[in-house]
C-alpha cells in the first residue's frame, strides 16, 4: 500500500517552458522532511514544455502530467489536479514562481495546529525583491468605488478595508500592508494552500471564472463555511507574475470576473451600481494611464470602459 503523501503541488502551465522548469528545480530543492507529489497539468502549451517535463524525475517516481488538448483555463486546470490528487494538503503554485528556502514543511506544521484555517498563502516578491499584492477583502460595493476612485488618497484604506490593498500605480503603494501576518478575506491562487479536507468540504474552483478572481470566489465560499483565510509573510517565494497572460487580458479579465462574482453572491440591485463603478474607474484611468504608461495602457481602459 503506497504512502499517502502530505502534500500535493498542483502547477497549471501554459507556455512557461523555461520557468517552470526552474520552479520544479526549487521545489524539488527546497522542499526537504516531508512527502509530497508534483500535478503539472498543461494546457496545451506550443512551447514543448511536455517534452522537457517527461523527462523530469523526483526521486523515485515521475512528475504527474495531464496534458489538455486546448487552454480551459486556470480553474478547470487546478481542479483535474486536485481530482487526482492524494495529499493531506493541496498547494495551487504558479508555474512562474520559485522556492528559496524550506518553508512548505513549516507551513503545513502552521495548518496542523490552526484547524480553523483552511487556506493560506506566503509573501510574494518580485525577482528584484519588491513585495507583490498577495490578497486584500471582498470587493463589497464600497470598495469597488474607493477602487476605482479614491483609494489612492492616504487614509482612505483605513476607512474602507480595499479590495486590492496594493496601489502599484500611485505614489503611495502601500507594501506595508503585507509587511504583517493577518487574516484577509482572500489570497491569490498564485500560491494557495489549503487542507485537502478544506478543498472537499468547499468543492472545485468554479469553472465559470477563465483566468482571474476565481481564488476571490473560492476563498469567499470557503469563509462562508467557516474556514479562515490568513497571509503568513514570516515565508516567502518569488512570483515572475504575468507569465501567461498580457496585462490587457489580466484588467479585462477581472473585470469580467468581478461581475460574475456579483451575480453569483451579490444582491441584484448591486449588480447595475458595480457596471457603473467600473465604467467609471476605467474612464478616469484611460486619461491618467495613456499619460503615464503609453497608448497602450490607455487602449486596455478604452476596452475595459466598453465591456464594464
Not at 239 to 266: D, M, Q, W
Not at 279 to 297: D, F, M, Q, V
Amino acid at each position: 500500500m503506497s504512502k499517502i503523501p502530505r502534500l500535493s503541488i498542483i502547477i497549471v502551465s501554459y507556455n512557461t517552458k523555461i520557468l517552470l522548469e526552474a520552479c520544479l528545480g526549487s521545489v524539488v530543492k527546497y522542499t526537504k522532511g516531508i512527502d509530497y507529489e508534483i500535478i503539472v497539468v498543461d494546457n496545451a502549451s506550443s512551447d514543448n514544455s511536455l517534452d522537457e517535463l517527461s523527462k523530469f524525475e523526483i526521486k523515485n517516481f515521475k512528475l504527474k502530467l495531464i496534458h489538455n488538448r486546448s487552454n480551459l483555463g486556470f480553474a478547470v486546470a487546478n481542479n483535474q489536479g486536485a481530482k487526482i490528487a492524494k495529499g493531506q494538503y493541496i498547494l495551487l503554485l504558479n508555474s512562474d514562481t520559485e522556492l528559496t528556502a524550506n518553508i512548505l514543511p513549516e507551513m503545513l506544521d502552521w495548518m496542523d495546529e490552526h484547524k480553523k484555517t483552511g487556506i493560506v498563502t506566503c509573501m510574494l516578491k518580485y525577482p528584484d525583491a519588491r513585495v507583490q499584492a498577495t490578497g486584500g477583502y471582498f470587493p463589497t460595493l464600497l470598495r469597488v468605488i474607493s477602487w476605482m476612485t479614491i483609494q489612492d488618497i492616504p487614509g482612505v484604506d483605513k476607512l474602507i478595508k480595499p479590495f486590492h490593498p496594493m496601489k502599484d500605480k500611485s505614489w503611495r503603494k502601500a507594501e506595508d500592508f503585507y509587511s504583517r501576518e493577518k487574516e484577509l478575506d482572500w489570497v491569490t491562487g498564485a500560491f494557495l494552500l489549503m487542507s485537502k479536507k478544506t478543498f472537499e468540504d468547499v468543492g472545485p474552483i468554479d469553472e465559470d471564472y477563465f483566468m482571474y478572481t476565481e481564488e476571490v470566489d473560492y476563498c469567499y465560499r470557503a469563509k462562508a463555511l467557516g474556514w479562515q483565510v490568513w497571509y503568513l509573510p514570516r515565508w516567502s517565494i518569488i512570483h515572475v507574475g504575468g507569465a501567461s497572460s498580457t496585462t490587457e487580458n489580466a484588467v479585462l479579465k477581472e473585470f469580467e470576473g468581478i461581475k460574475l462574482f456579483y451575480k453569483k453572491h451579490y444582491p441584484a440591485w448591486q449588480y447595475p451600481l458595480l457596471k457603473f463603478f467600473l465604467k467609471l474607474g476605467a474612464l478616469i484611468r484611460i486619461p491618467i494611464l495613456g499619460i503615464l504608461e503609453g497608448p497602450k495602457a490607455a487602449k486596455t481602459y478604452a476596452k475595459a470602459f466598453i465591456r464594464a
